[in-house]
């Protein structure tokens, strides 16, 4: 299954030339392994698009000084002390590392040479070492097999216990999928584990490569099923009189259609393909899955009948079939199957239009915690979509309706609705058919399947401070920290076109409040930052002690400890390869997390 916080952000597409194409913020990027991080990625900005371009003297860390400087950031006294609120350009439209005072100089080499860190960072990734795990754990029982055969002088396996063997397999890739063994997995290494020290919860927040569970028990699965036909083909030819008697014949046809049909959605399933065909892969995973269990029960009823009706002493059909680890594992794996659709509701929503390519839909059916996500339809058979949730924020008291003023303009400070009221809300920004669908003609009812699902950004609340990454509509996940835990120290850099007419005043009034020193990055205006060198360059800040002193808030004057993307699968490999290559812990989610 595709990750929670991916689904809605699309492959990227070429940066137009003009502000009335795609509105969509996504980063494109080149292979992870490129040599050059900036690649000219800070393009300067057309003069037509904007007026009244900023100077470094007006920038928010300079007032009278150059504010390029790699090392330090003006004199807080040359600032106006009485103002209460710092007044700045709300997105600028130069470079953001000389805006926001960044380093802009080349970033230090990556670890080791190119082998090393493809072995370290791209194939042996946390994801790719769990499905090896996966898979050598059932080389090892084959293994087992063979030497108990040598030494005990007897076959090595039979086709029952290939059969139980492909079904176990099976179990393990849906019992961690299923979203309360997801959640509880979070919550353990997620949450609880925030009390360790720092090496452990680094370690403990790649839990959301989970899903080297899934696809390591699915391929073992499908080359255990092929031992079985193998074995299931010898043992009825060894034993066959006469003509295939109609059992077997269908025990044949069940078995065959399904290696045929697991083939199939293997490949669909390869990362390449499931980006190209992602419809289809949905639909062959979900269909064609079906279709293979109902097969398998078939199957299984059919070999219990054969086995019954051959048997010396004769033994009941019963007795045979509970005396079968393999349907035991079958009848949890349908129900683990049937699990989440069993909680399928119409849910009442309320719409809230933020611009015309963006909408942000209201629940009150239940409240959620940060860093989840929750799935959505308006055809539940054709297709779903997970989208990050924001809780609704706290009512805010009459000190602070009356005192909080926007880091943008001075003005009374602009709040997500609903403040106080119980449920959450989705943001949905155009990103395709059904999306563009969504905005048009918001809803007001909606499925949702299952219940909502931790996702990589509940690793965000382990790390404090935290640098977090949002491009686009993938800021939309990364709210729900800043509304469910106001005072998390947190950095924040966020990358998108036209972010106050896509996304609206609140949004933007929500991210200064939580860090005042945001970097927020109109592409529009700068074209595509190289997201690798501003994080690298905020982390290396917070390191080294340097912060802009009037805006950084005081919590947050301490070291980073790590980097939390949420983005199009294609930036958030980028960026967490080009930090982690250079030391720094990064974290993103996969195409399958």
């Known amino acids: 299954m595709a990750s929670p916080y991916s689904q809605e952000l699309k492959p990227a597409e070429p940066t137009p030339a003009h502000p009335a194409q795609s509105e969509v913020a996504v980063e494109e990027v080149d292979d992870c392994e490129s040599e050059d991080e900036s690649d000219d990625s ?59 005072g960044l380093d802009a100089s080349p970033l230090p080499p990556k670890k080791g040479n190119r082998l090393y860190r493809y072995l370290r960072w791209n194939f042996g990734s946390v994801y790719r070492r769990i499905f090896c795990l996966a ?35 099976l179990l393990m890739a849906l019992v961690v999928r299923n979203e309360h063994v997801v959640n509880g997995m979070f919550w353990v290494f997620g949450t609880w584990a925030k009390v ?69 959605m293997l490949i669909f399933a390869h990362p390449r393909i499931r980006v190209l065909m992602h419809n289809s892969f949905e639909n062959t995973h979900r269909f064609m899955g079906w279709t293979v269990i109902g097969l398998f029960w078939a199957q299984i009823m059919l070999e219990t009948a054969d086995s019954s009706n051959r048997s010396s002493p004769h033994h009941s059909f019963g007795h045979f079939l509970v005396r079968n680890a393999a349907w035991w594992m079958l009848l949890f794996t349908t129900l683990l199957i049937a699990y989440p659709w069993s909680r399928m509701r119409l849910r009442n929503v309320e ?20 860093g989840q996500a929750v799935r959505l339809t308006d055809a539940p058979l054709k297709e779903t979509h997970a989208f990050g949730v924001i809780p609704h924020p706290l009512a805010p008291t009459a000190a602070e309706l009356a005192d909080e003023k ?33 905005i048009d003609r918001p809803p007001k009812q909606i499925y949702t399947r299952g219940t909502p699902q931790f996702g990589v950004m509940r690793c965000a609340g ?18 729900s920290l800043f509304t469910q835990r106001p005072d998390h120290p947190v950095r924040i850099i966020w990358s998108t076109p036209n972010p106050l007419q896509t996304f609206g005043r609140s949004l933007l009034d929500l991210i200064y409040k939580t860090d005042p020193a945001a970097v927020v990055i ?16 905020m982390w290396e800040q917070s390191r080294n002690g340097v912060f802009p002193e009037e805006l950084v808030r005081p919590e947050a004057r301490k070291p980073c400890e790590a980097v939390v993307i949420i983005s199009n699968q294609k930036v958030t490999e980028k960026v967490v390869y080009g930090l982690e290559s250079r030391g720094v812990p990064a974290y993103g989610a996969l195409f399958d997390s």
Request: proline share 5%.
């Open 42 to 100: 800070i393009r300067q900005s057309n003069p037509d698009l904007e007026s009244g371009g900023t100077t470094v003297a007006n920038t928010p860390y300079a007032a009278g000084s150059h504010a390029s400087s790699s090392t330090g950031f003006s004199d807080s006294k040359k600032h106006n002390e009485k103002s209460a609120v710092r007044v700045r350009q709300l997105v600028p439209d130069i470079d953001p590392l000389v805006y926001h």
């Open 135 to 169: 898979f050598l754990g059932n080389a090892a029982a084959v293994l087992w097999f063979i030497i108990r055969s040598g030494i005990e002088n007897r076959p090595i396996l039979n086709y029952q216990q290939a059969a139980t063997a492909v079904t176990a397999n």
């Open 196 to 264: 360790l020290p720092l090496w452990t919860r680094t370690l403990s927040a790649k839990i959301y490569s989970y899903g080297g569970l899934h696809s390591g028990g699915a391929v073992a699965a499908t080359f255990w099923y092929v031992i079985y036909l193998v074995l299931l083909t010898i043992d009825f030819r060894s034993h066959q009189e006469g003509p295939l008697d109609a059992i077997r014949g269908y025990i044949y046809l069940f078995s065959y259609s399904i290696i045929a049909m697991l083939v199939v």
């Open 351 to 370: 719409a809230e239009v933020l611009s015309p390519h963006c909408v942000k839909l209201n629940f009150e059916y239940r409240d959620v915690y940060f």
């Open 406 to 438: 926007s880091a943008i303009d001075g003005q009374p400070l602009q709040r997500l609705s609903h403040g106080g009221d119980k449920g959450f809300s989705v943001i949905v920004s155009h990103a395709g058919d059904w999306t563009r669908k969504i």
């Open 462 to 479: 382990l790390f404090s401070p935290v640098i977090v990454i949002g491009t686009g509509s993938g800021i939309a996940p990364c709210l």
């Open 522 to 537: 109109d592409t529009r205006k700068t074209g595509r930052p190289d997201l690798v060198k501003v994080a690298y360059r």
